[in-house]
């Protein structure tokens, strides 16, 4: 099976830039998701990491570290609409799971 | 931009009663899924389902659930006989391929009494 681990709070201030870290347990691998989720919205798609190293689009990238089975996503210049809750999911590649195993997700609220 | 649609946006229902929720993917799309969120909890899968078939299911989608694509556009969830625990957000999605990017819909969020 699988398993995540992220924080389950942080808080921030408009301009700052904030870490949010995801450790995962599978049998296999395929690629680390992030997804942001407004309250009473819809997961929507962040990014996605399937090799080591520093993905970046826009002001949001995600990290990989395969071998520590450890993830990130960092917000940069963050505004008060990134207050949502963050996804991070995995799928099952040994498997070929097309299903996502997400985290329990963290609250990031931003301060003005 | 596409998106995945679903309807309807809530739905209240009495205990014992058959639900379906309804949901149409992006055109090109060939995979389908549905999740589920209990309020305040993680995305849960329910089910995948590709070329008119099941192909992959959780311990949660049970003999009282299944899905079904009708016609070309449309893919249901129908619960049988709903429970009080299967109040929850249920969310449409759909990836061009078995390992792309899934593309979650806004949601249909049942309420069983």
């Known amino acids: 099976g699988q398993s995540l681990e992220q924080p389950s709070e942080v808080t921030a201030v408009e301009g700052a830039i904030v870490q949010i870290n995801c450790t995962y347990q599978?049998?296999?691998?395929?690629?680390l998701s992030w997804y942001q989720q407004h309250d009473g919205g819809a997961p929507t798609f962040l990014s996605y990491n399937a090799l080591d190293g520093l993905e970046e689009t826009g002001r949001f990238s995600s990290f990989l570290s395969r071998s520590d089975s450890y993830g990130y996503l960092l917000l940069q210049e963050l505004q008060m609409k990134d207050s949502a809750s963050y996804f991070c999911a995995v799928r099952d590649g040994d498997t070929g799971r097309r299903a996502l195993t997400f985290g329990s997700g963290t609250r990031l609220q931003v301060q003005p | 931009e596409p998106e995945v649609t679903q309807t309807p946006s809530h739905q209240v229902t009495q205990m014992g009663q058959e639900v379906i929720l309804r949901c149409v993917p992006i055109s090109n799309h060939l995979y389908f899924y549905w999740y589920r969120q209990i309020l305040g909890q993680k995305v849960e899968f329910l089910v995948s389902f590709y070329n008119n078939e099941i192909s992959e299911k959780s311990e949660i989608f049970d003999d009282q659930f299944s899905v079904e694509r009708p016609d070309g556009s449309n893919f249901t969830l129908k619960i049988r006989s709903t429970k009080l625990e299967d109040s929850a957000m249920y969310f449409c999605a759909s990836s061009v391929g078995p390992q792309e990017t899934q593309y979650f819909g806004p949601g249909t969020r049942l309420l069983v009494l």
């Open positions: 599978t049998s296999g691998f395929y690629g």
